[in-house]
Structure formats: structure tokens, C-alpha cells
């Protein structure tokens, strides 16, 4: 069964500190993975990737693939209470269907 | 600017009632989904559609149906809502190609009593 797994499910940080992200993946007719942001409303996009060994940097914020392994991290250094939300890991596979993850959601006390 | 709306944002319904929640889309994109979110679940497919006239059932399709008559839309019927329906719902619209992108809209949250 195709599933997307993400750890851990919950996390509480000091404003400051770096996290790491896991997602892990068993997905048929793998395409690409995403992450989002979720905060209190709709996913808002942060990273694309397709490639192993690629990171895929935005500020603070960098995400990195490996295919053999079938993970992902995403990693947020100096963290702001800006960052607290939800991140979702998303699986695009056969076609154009996404297979999303539980989450984990992420909180930063000042 | 292109956007994706959702219409109701809150509905409370009654067990047994037919209930339609909108989604409209001004990307012109060729791909939209409808997802529930729920705690424990994340987001979950529930149909999907690739063009005009064309819809598939996604993960969690039971109880639900899509209908595609133009681009802009894919109005989700929930046939006899059900307290297990309670839910958030997301509509999202993508284009297909290398660019994987959904863009999701503000979300509907559906109580069911």
C-alpha cells in the first residue's frame, strides 16, 4: 500500500533553534515531492524536488531528496515563531494525484 | 491576480441532507482536487479531475460526488451528508507538466450534527 510517513508528528523548539524534518515514502510510480506550509488555513507551497541530492534552498529554509532511500528532510535554521504551522510532505505520483502525509506540526516558543 | 475560492467557508447541516460545496479557479488550470482533512489523517483525496467531463474517484470517495462542466469549477456533492463527513474540505488546482504545483484554496469546514 502506498503510504507517505512523516516524522516526527509534533515538535516544540526555541525560537533560534534549527529543526529537521522527516519524510519517508512508499509510493508506486514515484514523480516528485512536495512540501507545504499550513498555517491555520490553506498549504501554502515551499519546495519541489525530483532529484536525489539536490537541495532546494528559500531563506532559512532547505529541503533535500534522496530516491534511494525514499526520504526527505526539511530543515529550518534560526527559527522564528513565524514558523509555526503545519508541514506537509506530498507525494505526486501516476499522473497528476498527490499523496499526502499526516504532518507534523511545529511550534516555536519565543 | 489568479486565485482558487471555496464557498461556503462554514456550513452546518443536518444528517441525511444533500449538501454542494464550490470551488472556482481563475488559473485556468486542467487538473483540480477536492481533499478532507482530518486529525490523525492528513489530507486525503476524495475526487479529482484532468480536464472538462472527466472525474475519478480518489481515496475516499464514497458519499461524495464531482461533476466538471467548465474549467473553472468542480462543485463537490456530498449525496446524504453523514456525521462522518464532518470535516475540512480543500479544493486545489494544478497544471499538469514538470511544474507539480497545487495551489489550494481557503478551505470549507463542514460540521454534519
Known amino acids: 500500500e502506498d503510504k507517505v510517513v512523516q516524522s516526527p508528528l509534533s515538535l516544540v523548539v526555541h525560537e533560534g533553534d534549527t529543526v529537521t524534518l522527516n519524510c519517508s515514502y512508499e509510493?508506486?510510480?514515484?514523480?516528485?515531492l512536495l512540501w507545504y506550509k499550513q498555517e491555520k488555513k490553506a498549504p501554502t507551497f515551499l519546495f519541489m524536488l525530483?532529484?536525489?541530492?539536490i537541495e532546494k534552498k528559500s531563506g532559512r529554509l532547505s529541503s533535500i531528496l534522496d530516491k534511494k532511500e525514499l526520504f526527505s528532510i526539511l530543515n529550518i535554521t534560526a527559527t522564528q515563531t513565524g514558523d509555526s504551522a503545519i508541514y506537509l510532505c506530498?507525494?505526486?505520483?501516476?499522473?497528476?494525484?498527490?499523496?499526502f502525509g499526516t504532518g507534523t506540526s511545529l511550534t516555536v516558543i519565543p | 491576480d489568479a486565485e482558487i475560492t471555496q464557498s461556503p467557508r462554514h456550513k452546518i447541516t443536518e444528517t441525511g441532507r444533500q449538501v454542494t460545496l464550490a470551488c472556482h479557479q481563475t488559473?485556468?488550470?486542467?487538473?483540480m482536487f477536492w481533499y478532507r482533512q482530518d486529525l490523525g489523517h492528513g489530507l486525503r483525496l476524495i475526487h479529482y479531475?484532468?480536464?472538462?467531463?472527466?472525474?475519478n474517484k480518489g481515496e475516499v470517495s464514497d458519499g461524495y460526488s464531482v461533476s466538471r462542466s467548465n474549467t473553472e469549477d468542480l462543485p463537490l456533492t456530498l449525496e446524504s451528508a453523514a456525521s462522518s463527513q464532518t470535516s475540512v474540505y480543500f479544493c486545489?488546482?494544478?497544471?499538469?507538466?514538470?511544474?507539480?504545483?497545487?495551489?489550494f484554496g481557503p478551505g470549507t469546514r463542514l460540521t454534519v450534527l
Open positions: 486545489a488546482s494544478s497544471d499538469p507538466g514538470p511544474a507539480d504545483t497545487q495551489y
Open positions: 509510493v508506486t510510480n514515484f514523480r516528485s
Open positions: 525530483t532529484s536525489s541530492g
Open positions: 506530498a507525494v505526486r505520483y501516476t499522473g497528476n494525484q498527490f499523496y
Open positions: 488559473w485556468n488550470h486542467n487538473n
Open positions: 479531475s484532468y480536464g472538462v467531463q472527466d472525474t
